[in-house]
Nanobody, 121 residues
Framework: QIQFVESGGGLVQTGGSLRLSCAAS????????MGWYRQAPGKQREFLAA?????NTKYADTVKGRFTISRDKNTVYLQMNSLKPEDTAVYYC?????????????????WGLGTQVTVSS
């Protein structure tokens, strides 16, 4: 079973930046897609970005142009710029074998604890 440990969250002002990291352990192959998700209070978990490798990425419209996903083997990063108060949420990562398109479905067997991102206005 793959386990995920997210880190890098914090409190930032509107317009600020944060870089999240997620280390995956367990059986994960280079062809697995890895992705970032978030869940705000009272809302469903939503897809943000996914990557297989290099420029093979996919973004949700809500973060396109502001967030950048990258990957180094079993660690995935999310560079978040121009943060807005509506970006406040707990951020999670996950992985599965398949195409980038399959990562838009936020249903997985298990999740890590996530990392809290709070953007003040």
């Amino acid at each position: 079973q793959i386990q995920f440990v997210e880190s890098g969250g914090g409190l930032v002002q509107t317009g600020g930046s944060l870089r999240l990291s997620c280390a995956a352990s367990g059986v994960i192959f280079s062809f697995y897609a890895m992705g970032w998700y978030r869940q705000a209070p009272g809302k469903q978990r939503e897809f943000l970005a996914a990557i297989v490798s290099g420029a093979n990425t996919k973004y949700a419209d809500t973060v396109k142009g502001r967030f950048t996903i990258s990957r180094d083997k079993n660690t995935v990063y999310l560079q978040m710029n121009s943060l807005k108060p509506e970006d406040t949420a707990v951020y999670y990562c996950n992985a599965r074998p398949g195409t980038l398109g399959t990562m838009t479905n936020p249903i997985f067997d298990s999740w890590g604890l996530g990392t809290q991102v709070t953007v003040s206005s």
